[in-house]
């Protein structure tokens, strides 16, 4: 019974090309996230949607866009592969917007650039 | 100034001693604070809020001080699956995660 899943698991693919990542809770919350987590383990937000409403967008470059078509799925679309875009990138929902819920997080997509 | 410091580590600690984690933050006006836990290639998960007044979780203890904007992780009694890397998270209008302090328990 996994609560927030996430595929694929692993990602390999050539620059230039473009890929998806899907996210899905059965938890019920009502807000989800993208993170990345770079090859230092620094984690920092991406994207935030509260009940498929866009609500947090930090600098993250047009090449990736976040697409939620329901409150349980968040996926994750990214143009044009650069090698930078090489890292961890975790799901996570929680019962609400903001800094106060606890957050479940997704098993990771490792993505390479290559 | 990064929004929530903590030191890298390793820690490398024998199993059964006491350790102590710190952490920093920049933005005054945080409301929420937590320790999370991520072990090797896993995701991160909650290891517990951090409360004004400290808070305790069996061998775990958790301080804040907000006056020097610093939040504290002690662990009693360390076991070896205590090995993990620990974020510090700081919270307002989403969460703020520290790069994380490794902590490695030796038999």
């Known amino acids: 019974d996994t609560a927030v899943s996430q595929t694929p698991k692993y990602l390999v693919t050539q620059m230039g090309n473009d890929k998806s990542i899907k996210c899905e809770q059965n938890?019920?919350?009502?807000?989800m996230y993208w993170y990345k987590q770079d090859s230092k383990k620094f984690l920092k937000i991406m994207f935030s949607?509260?009940?498929?409403?866009?609500?947090i967008n930090e600098t993250v470059p047009n090449r990736f866009s976040p697409k939620s078509p329901d409150k349980a799925h968040l996926n994750l679309h990214i143009n044009s592969l650069e090698l930078g875009d090489s890292a961890v990138y975790f799901c996570?929902?929680?019962?609400?917007?903001?800094?106060?819920?606890?957050?479940?997080f997704g098993p990771g997509t490792r993505l390479t650039v290559l | 100034r990064k929004e929530v410091e903590q030191d890298p580590g390793p820690f490398n600690v024998p199993e059964g001693a006491t350790v102590a984690f710190n952490c920093t933050y920049s933005?005054?006006?945080?409301?929420?604070f937590f320790w999370y836990r991520q072990d090797c290639r896993k995701e991160p998960k909650l290891l517990m809020s951090?409360?004004?007044s400290g808070n305790e979780d069996g061998r775990f203890t958790a301080q804040l001080n907000r006056a020097s904007q610093y939040i504290s992780l002690l662990i009693r009694d360390s076991k070896l699956s205590d090995s993990a890397t620990y974020l510090c998270?700081?919270?307002?209008?989403?969460?703020?995660f520290g790069t994380g302090t490794r902590l490695t328990i030796i038999p």
């Open positions: 949607y509260n009940n498929k409403e866009l609500i």
């Open positions: 998270v700081v919270g307002r209008e989403k969460l703020t």
């Open positions: 938890l019920g919350h009502d807000t």
């Open positions: 933005n005054s006006a945080s409301q929420s």
């Open positions: 951090v409360y004004s």
């Open positions: 996570a929902s929680s019962q609400g917007p903001g800094g106060n819920f606890e957050q479940f």
